[in-house]
């Protein structure tokens, strides 16, 4: 009984494979915020109004971008603190600095939707700067993922399917987009490490 | 006991009231040399509905068993060898968006790696309809027990698209539909009767499949 009052956590563990695409001659500093390393999303009981469950997908994200990036990039140098740039940059001679930031995530459940599935939704803000702080580009990315309910399925099955899922899809337009990005895409040309 | 051999018979019966129907269209010629092999994937991209997992599996066993056997690489192992050009937002709709990923050279030796000939899309689902009846269960100090009746039919409509890999073309397509009406009567325990409709489905198509591919059908 006393197990049944509390939030259920779910905590979204996934393993993603490395893109299948051309490295750009680029070293990337990659800072991740706080945000995106501890994020955790919460769905509210409609009904009692308490917490229902708590998804906990900060370290899957991580994971994630340390799988895409250096797939991405030719080297990729981890930074704790964008305090630190200067002294990143000299030593690792960083072309650009690479921040994502979550920005919104939305969970639909098939108790609540009514529909036979399991439904993420994500909204990303990526921003691009120069190695000195100057602005290249700050756009954004949506990442979609469903999973359908099963007969005897968990919960926690059925949000892991589908987070999973929509993590692959950030990860694929991130891979296939990044340079089609019109400011990413002028800077790569004017510094000569894209032709196209 | 003779009563309860009529029982089983009855059983076994009726739980087999399944029709399937397969359709072939064949465009092109077909055939698979040694060493080749095929990938069957699951459609995903439908709002509504996605092709399930397990269904993909099935066909891919069916395709794959028996003597005549074809060579298929599994729909995981593929999707992740050739991530992201087959996730759900990314994956070829048409065998002109098939011809422009040829055109990507990682992708086009990772298929080569594979021994990859033909590309195999599933598309459709299982559908539940015509429900009927009610089954009430209760359970006191005297004992249980279930009392009533239930029905449903359940419709297997799926449909597999073939791509030439060679060519970039498609080279044929085959479809099946599969329906049966499944029984639950209860007199204290229900007595499911249920038509292995998805089975019949995969057997079906997964069969056709083979005898396609191998360029007998």
Redesign the interface.
């Known amino acids: 009984m006393l197990a049944g009052c509390s939030a259920t956590t779910i905590v979204v563990d996934g393993s993603y494979?490395?893109?299948?695409?051309?490295k750009l001659p680029l070293t990337i500093g990659v800072y991740y915020p706080e945000e995106l390393r501890n994020f955790a999303y919460t769905e509210i009981d409609d009904n009692s109004g308490k917490d229902q469950y708590i998804v906990q997908s900060g370290t899957s994200q991580l994971e994630l971008f340390n799988t895409v990036l250096p797939a991405l990039f030719e080297n990729v140098v981890m930074l704790d603190s964008l305090d630190s740039l200067n002294t990143a940059s000299s030593e690792n001679g960083i072309d650009a600095v690479f921040v994502p930031e979550i920005a919104e995530f939305q969970l639909g459940l098939p108790q609540k939707t009514k529909l036979k599935v399991y439904e993420i939704w994500m909204k990303y803000n990526m921003k691009l700067s120069k190695a000195n702080g100057d602005y290249i580009a700050d756009w954004v990315m949506t990442a979609?993922g469903?999973s359908?309910q099963e007969n005897l399925q968990s919960v926690d099955s059925g949000v892991q399917g589908a987070a999973v899922?929509a993590m692959?899809?950030l990860?694929?337009?991130l891979?296939?987009g990044f340079t089609t990005v019109p400011e990413v895409n002028e800077w790569l040309k004017a510094n000569n490490y894209v032709t196209e | 006991m003779y009563k309860l051999m009529l029982v089983l018979l009855a059983v076994t019966a009726l739980s087999g009231c399944t029709t399937t129907e397969i359709d072939e269209f064949r465009q092109g010629t077909t055939s698979l040399n040694a060493g080749e092999s095929i990938v069957i994937l699951g459609r995903r991209q439908n709002n509504n509905y996605e092709t399930e997992g397990n269904f993909v599996e099935c066909v891919a066993n069916v395709v794959g068993g028996g003597n005549d056997g074809i060579n298929v690489v599994p729909e995981q192992e593929f999707l992740d060898a050739m991530f992201p050009f087959f996730e759900p937002r990314t994956a070829p709709m048409r065998t002109t968006h098939l011809k422009q990923l040829m055109e990507i050279d990682q992708a086009k030796e990772r298929l080569a790696q594979y021994g990859i000939e033909y590309i195999v899309w599933l598309d459709g689902l299982t559908q539940r309809s015509q429900q009927a009846g009610t089954i009430s269960c209760t359970i006191g100090p005297g004992g249980g027990g279930c009392f009533g009746f239930g029905t449903w039919q359940d419709d297997s409509n799926f449909e597999a698209e073939v791509w030439d890999l060679d060519t970039l073309e498609s080279v044929g397509s085959i479809s099946t539909d599969a329906v049966g009406q499944s029984y639950m009567p209860a007199l204290v325990v229900p007595i499911p009767l249920i038509a292995r409709v998805e089975a019949n489905a995969c057997s079906g198509l997964g069969n056709q499949l083979k005898q396609f591919i191998d360029g007998k059908g």
């Open positions: 494979p490395s893109p299948l695409v051309r979609y469903k359908p899922v692959r899809d990860a694929a337009s891979t296939l």
